[in-house]
């Protein structure tokens, strides 16, 4: 019985959106499940939710050296590469580094609330995971603060019903070089796997060098046939030499794209994550109870704050928390109800010192080349403290329709302790401003409802409202931007404690469906922002302050297709079009409103044309466009946009070799990663990777 349980849950684990099919896989779109959408495994023409995922052959394929490589591939969602696995994401947002987003991985957020990390990622070891899915949208009702714009779950592969062992090694350009280690076995009762990441580059501009080792160890264990356990342990210790995409002024980024402004920055990332799952099932009930555990700690030399606030920070943050909840089928009408709580203890940390930076030149091209550790700005621990209790209810009226509603009760707190005393602390000519010991509180509840209607077998629509929130994070409540007066200092301070929680609501209209063996997904949303959190930087004197601010409309539409126009060659479209406006925008620097948001490409599409001519060959032409966008909320100046192809491809050798290579930017297209206004309004640029070749081998018994 321990194998057949441990087959279905591979069956699970390869739940995919029409982005990521294969192709012989046109018409499961029917058969598709997923698990994000509602904890649960659901077929996904019954989740009234946009969701989309990258299977876990597609990463065992692709062998992604960026989760952007794969990420792209789903509808309306697209990262972008800071440096290393660094990135920015937009999912129905700008490109951002905001905490509007929600990462998990085995449906856990892989860090507290409290602690968001835009890099988050990087913390998870996506190469060698089981999965991606993408819910699109607020999800609050279900998963709480953060999940604004999406929620990204990375699945941990399941572990093999006999012994296998396999890796691969690969070498490329710019001295990169890496070893995917995994290995496993199967017993009567379960099974375990391990797999190792082990990754470095020199980086292709300079002073980008990055380090990676990381891993994840899963057990799965079944006790009779109505009990299992699942013990995930995953793990990541990062060291880079960041640059964050150094931006460049036109000039050299057009004529000395690996030049770096900021080499002094760095970053070095801890982060481990420990959980069991302990699900008791019956034909109509499930109890569920995942209990664990998170150690998280970075020593950050930011770059992206060297020109207005440089410091080094050391943060340190752990987690105890509990999962709980039981779900309960009903015969008349399919009716399913569930109720859980989520519960997170986060003890946190910051020490961070100001630093005297080493310059040369002056301007958007300003080169920081050494630094000298200056006095401690900020010393303080916190506690974050979730409670959050949720209901969720779904019931067929008829067999074609069924209906959901969900509501979920966050109350979270913050204990703050400053080992400074309240009022401002001065470095040189900067201040900051200290908060006074205190609690801060947030209490929201969010719905959510939904309805899915099957028009026939082959065509199915879905309706949705979902509320979403976040609450502030601890660097925006009780890390306050440098000042420069002791007055602004403690008006910061002050500022910052009294933020309120981003509101957000989202109206969505979609259908799925095969048509003539295309498969396809359309979907329609109207996604509302109130009191947004922004940091507000004068571009002459630097200064920052972070606030509430007006309200931002989210309006677009995106479609995935599929279809296998030959036997051996099969085409695969993900795209989006979106308007990202502010509709209430008055700052320091104007009134924004009617405006359209920066770092905000109205289209954004990837294109794969994927050739199995036999069973050991596979190629893959991928395009992937990204469209203009302004670099300012003024709408002033723009960045036209780029369009990128890259080339993949596995050759089976016999049952154990299989050789792999890819193409990285194949035309060698100068592009940017990222681009905005500068010191003075002057445009700067992030350089893309170059023409990047990678080849390697890869063994499997």
């Known amino acids: 019985m321990g194998a057949e349980r441990i087959r279905a849950l591979v069956a699970l684990s390869c739940a995919c959106a029409i982005g990521g099919a294969s192709a012989a896989e046109a018409e499961t779109i ?18 009234p939710a946009s969701v989309g995922a990258v299977k876990a052959e597609a990463l065992a394929a692709d062998k992604p050296a960026h989760p952007a490589q794969v990420m792209n591939q789903i509808p309306g969602a697209a990262v972008a590469v800071t440096n290393g696995e660094g990135h920015t994401t937009a999912i129905r947002q700008p490109f951002t580094t905001s905490p509007v987003y929600l990462f998990l991985e085995d449906g856990i957020p892989s860090r507290s609330p409290g602690f968001f990390n835009h890099n988050a990622l990087y913390e998870i070891n996506v190469p060698q995971a089981g999965g991606i899915e993408v819910n699109r949208g607020p999800s609050s009702a279900l998963y709480g603060s953060d999940a604004i714009g999406g929620v990204v779950n990375v699945l941990t592969r399941v572990p093999p019903t006999k012994t ?16 995917l280690l995994s290995g496993g076995s ?26 990676r080792k990381s891993g994840t160890l899963r057990w799965d264990h079944f006790i009779g046939d109505s009990t299992s356990l699942k013990t995930v342990l995953g793990f990541s210790e990062i060291d880079q030499d960041t640059g ?13 794209p690996t030049r770096n402004y900021l080499p002094i920055a760095f970053r070095k990332v801890s982060a481990l994550r420990l959980s069991t799952s302990f699900e008791h099932e019956t034909a109509d009930s499930l109890l569920s109870i995942t209990p664990y555990v998170r150690d998280n700690s970075m020593d950050l030399l930011a770059s992206f704050a060297l020109r207005f606030d440089p410091s080094l920070a050391e943060t340190r943050n752990q987690s105890y928390g509990l999962m709980a909840k039981w779900r309960q089928d009903f015969a008349p009408m399919r009716a399913r109800l569930i109720a859980g709580v989520d519960l997170d203890m986060s003890p946190g940390s910051r020490r961070e010192n100001r630093i005297n930076a080493t310059t040369r030149g002056s301007g958007a091209s300003q080169e920081f080349i050494d630094y000298t550790v200056g006095p401690r700005i900020y010393d303080y621990d916190v506690e974050y403290r979730g409670i959050s209790p949720y209901l969720h209810g779904e019931i067929s009226p008829t067999d074609r329709l ?36 205190s609690t801060v509180s947030f209490r929201r509840a969010t719905p959510k409802l939904g309805a899915t209607y099957a028009l026939d077998r082959d065509t199915h629509l879905f309706a949705s409202y979902n509320q979403g929130f976040r609450a502030p994070s601890e660097s925006q409540l009780f890390r306050p931007s440098r000042a420069t007066s002791r007055a602004s200092a403690l008006a910061l301070a002050q500022s910052a404690v009294d933020l309120d929680a981003i509101r957000a609501e989202q109206f969505e209209l979609g259908i799925r469906g095969v048509v003539a063996g295309v498969s396809y997904d359309l979907v329609a949303y109207d996604l509302t922002k109130r009191d947004d959190i922004v940091s507000q930087r004068d571009p002459e004197t630097t200064q920052t302050i972070t606030t509430n601010a007006g309200k931002t409309r989210h309006r677009g539409i995106e479609l995935g297709l599929g279809a296998p126009i030959h036997r051996a060659v099969r085409l ?29 490409p109205r289209f954004m599409s990837n294109t794969r044309l994927t050739w199995t001519p036999t069973a050991a060959v596979r190629a893959q032409l991928e395009w992937s466009r990204i469209g203009s966008y302004w670099l300012d909320d003024a709408n002033t100046v723009k960045y036209g946009g780029h369009n990128l192809f890259n080339l993949r491809g596995n050759y089976t050798l016999n049952p154990t070799w299989s050789l792999f290579g890819s193409v990285q930017n194949l035309t060698d297209k100068r592009y940017a990663e990222s681009a905005q206004l500068s010191t003075r309004s002057t445009p700067v640029y992030s350089p893309g990777l170059p023409r990047t070749v990678i080849a390697g081998v890869e063994a499997k018994w």
Do not use: C
């Open 30 to 47: 029917l058969e598709q499940v997923t698990v994000t959408g509602t904890r649960e495994k659901e077929r996904l023409v019954e989740t």
């Open 164 to 179: 296998e062992v396999g890796g691969s090694v690969e070498i490329g350009e710019h001295g990169w070089r890496r070893a």
């Open 186 to 211: 199967g017993y009567a009762n379960g099974g375990f796997r391990a797999d190792l990441n082990l990754s470095a580059t020199d980086g292709w501009r300079d002073d980008t060098a990055y380090d």
């Open 244 to 256: 964050a995409n150094s931006p460049l002024v036109r000039e050299d980024y057009k004529h000395d």
């Open 402 to 437: 069924r209906l959901t509603a969900g509501l979920r009760y966050d109350d979270m707190r913050y204990t703050f302790r400053n080992d400074f005393a309240a009022g401002v602390v001065q470095a040189g000519t900067s201040f900051y401003g200290q908060a006074t010991d």
């Open 572 to 600: 695969d479209v993900s795209m989006s079009y979106a308007w990202h406006e502010f509709e209430d925008w008055e700052t320091a620097q104007g009134d924004f409103g009617g405006d359209e948001q920066a770092s905000a």
